[in-house]
């Protein structure tokens, strides 16, 4: 969480490149910001309206990583290992949202079969079924070693 001070980066763009955000999802347009003292911001475009955005709080006692995306995947495997192994959270809590016509359709069965993901054990699961769409919820944490 070093990197996200202005101790441990000089600008968006170093603590981007120390931390390996800017592989989650190659060829992404990234706008970052590095806040005085600490704390994270980016914005990253892909063609089609597509983007990701991250907020990192690097704070003891309180630290908090989000990661928000529309970027459909047929599976969700590589993505989340991705992120896992760029923040190695304590815990982490998804939603997927997909329609018929989504190539992220399939994946919601994919994230219901896992009771695992890596060292992360799954504590809770929803899935909720609307009128033009499904979400699927599902909460992780590792085991304090
Ligand atoms: C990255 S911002 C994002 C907060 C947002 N609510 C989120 O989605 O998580 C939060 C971090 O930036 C730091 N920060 C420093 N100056 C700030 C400012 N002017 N506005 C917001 N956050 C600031 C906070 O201390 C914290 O570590």
Redesign the pocket.
């Known amino acids: 969480m070093e990197i996200f001070t202005t101790d441990g980066s000089k600008d968006g763009r170093d603590a981007t490149k120390k931390s390996g955000i800017c592989n989650i999802i190659p060829g992404v347009q990234i706008d970052d910001y590095l ?7 980016m914005n990253g475009l892909l063609p089609e309206g597509k983007y990701i955005t991250i ?5 003891p006692g309180y630290s ?1 990583v ?1 990661f928000e995306s529309n970027v459909p995947q047929e599976s969700y495997n590589e993505l989340i290992n991705r992120v896992l192994d760029t923040f190695r959270p304590g815990k982490f809590l998804m939603t997927i949202f997909a329609n018929k016509a989504s190539i992220a359709r399939e994946s919601h069965k994919g994230i219901e079969d896992k009771r695992t993901i890596n060292n992360y054990n799954r504590q809770d699961h929803q899935t909720c079924v609307f009128k033009e769409y499904h979400l699927t919820y599902s909460y992780f944490t590792r085991p304090v070693i």
Do not use: D, L, V
Not at 35 to 41: D, K, Q, T
Not at 55 to 59: M, N
């Open positions: 806040f005085e003292p600490c704390g994270y911001s907020h990192i709080t690097p704070e908090y989000s």
